[in-house]
């Protein structure tokens, strides 16, 4: 069985930094892309960036193009999400989570990503 655990989360001034781990685990070799979500109080689940597990292909989500970076350690079985220019708007628990449909590209749609981290707390306040 296939596990995800996030790591990496905390408490950051605005303008800060921040980079999240997600260490993949058990039958990697199903994984066809990872993404990053968050969720925040009382808000839906967004996607926020997702990289192809076998090639260099990354999809970001306006909200955070430019200010937030996904990347892959092969050797590692472990996906990073860096996140720059941190605002307090970025509060939220974050996941990551893996897409085995086959689907060829990135998603953004949540159903389509079936295995979850427990999520990392992201606070970012003065």
């Known amino acids: 069985q296939m596990q995800l655990v996030e790591s990496g989360g905390g408490l950051v001034q605005p303008g800060g930094s921040l980079r999240l781990s997600c260490a993949a685990s058990?039958?990697?070799?199903?994984?066809?892309?990872m993404g990053w979500f968050r969720q925040a109080p009382g808000k839906e689940r967004e996607f926020l960036a997702g990289?192809?597990?076998?090639?260099?292909?990354?999809r970001y989500a306006d909200s955070v193009k430019g200010r937030f970076t996904i990347s892959r350690a092969d050797a590692l079985n472990t996906v990073y999400l860096q996140m720059d220019s941190l605002k307090p708007e970025d509060t939220a628990v974050y996941y990551c989570?893996?897409?085995?449909?086959?689907?060829?590209?990135?998603?953004?749609?949540?159903?389509?990503?079936?295995?979850w981290g427990q999520g990392t707390q992201v606070t970012v306040s003065s």
């Open positions: 990289i192809r597990w076998s090639s260099t292909y990354t």
């Open positions: 058990g039958r990697t070799s199903d994984i066809g892309a």
């Open positions: 989570a893996a897409d085995r449909t086959g689907f060829g590209g990135v998603t953004s749609r949540r159903e389509a990503y079936d295995i």
